[in-house]
């Protein structure tokens, strides 16, 4: 079975400070991969996915991930943090179905002005 | 185009008692998916329909059900209500021409079991 492990549940940065969120999948087979970010009270948005073309992948707001087979991870980051990125992250995995998404725990971030 | 939409925003019901929730999926998409947020943590999955059929299947009791029509809507139901079914409910809506199916969430229904 597919599940995705997020190392941190709380990340504090200051505003102008390299962001680092660290996602670690579980897979016999290069899978989807996926963030997402929700912010208080709503859904969940798409910030980017990998689907085995290029292994750098940039996203929505200045985000961006490296997916590293060898590592098993999938860390998203952003070279200066906003306040307007404070929210909860989620990395996802599906596998080449499609059929069921397995979401980390989340990791909440704070940016500390 | 509308995103995903969900009713209702929130409910409350008590334990024992049945409660529906509605979704209706970005226009063209086939599939929608049921999630279960727990306060603080990550969506679980429930259920994935696509064309009506279910596709897949979380490890949820029997009392958890679904069903999707033909305009792609589709319905969650969850019967004899407990008190840790409280929660976020998403549904996601996905079309699976798209490669790596990504999800697009709706905004979710609270649920409040007391």
């Known amino acids: 079975a597919q599940s995705v492990t997020q190392l941190g549940s709380h990340v504090s940065v200051s505003e102008g400070a390299l962001v680092l969120l660290r996602c670690n999948y579980s897979?016999?087979?290069?899978?989807?991969l996926f963030w997402y970010v929700q912010y208080p009270n709503q859904g969940l948005q798409l910030l980017l996915k990998?689907?085995?073309?290029?292994?750098l992948v940039k996203g929505i707001n200045g985000f961006e991930a490296e997916f590293k087979k060898s590592e098993t991870s999938f860390h998203l980051t952003k070279p200066s943090a906003h306040m307007s990125d404070a929210a909860e992250y989620f990395c996802?995995?599906?596998?080449?179905?499609?059929?069921?998404?397995?979401f980390g725990t989340g990791t909440s971030l704070t940016v500390i002005p | 185009d509308a995103g995903v939409t969900q009713s209702p925003t929130h409910l409350i019901k008590t334990r024992g008692q049945q409660v529906t929730l509605r979704c209706s999926p970005i226009?063209?998409?086939?599939?929608v998916s049921w999630y279960q947020q727990v306060l603080g943590q990550g969506p679980q999955f429930i259920f994935q329909?696509?064309?009506?059929?279910?596709?897949g299947r979380g490890n949820f009791p029997d009392r958890f059900s679904a069903r999707q029509f033909p305009n792609y809507s589709s319905e969650l139901n969850v019967n004899a209500l407990l008190l840790g079914d409280s929660a976020l409910y998403l549904c996601?809506?996905?079309?699976?021409?798209?490669?790596?199916?990504?999800?697009?969430f709706g905004p979710g229904t609270r649920l409040t079991v007391t």
């Open positions: 996601a809506s996905s079309s699976p021409g798209t490669l790596g199916y990504e999800q697009y």
């Open positions: 897979s016999s087979v290069p899978p989807y």
């Open positions: 990998y689907t085995s073309a290029a292994t």
């Open positions: 996802a995995v599906s596998d080449f179905t499609g059929n069921q998404f397995y």
């Open positions: 226009s063209g998409h086939k599939s």
């Open positions: 329909y696509y064309e009506k059929e279910e596709r």
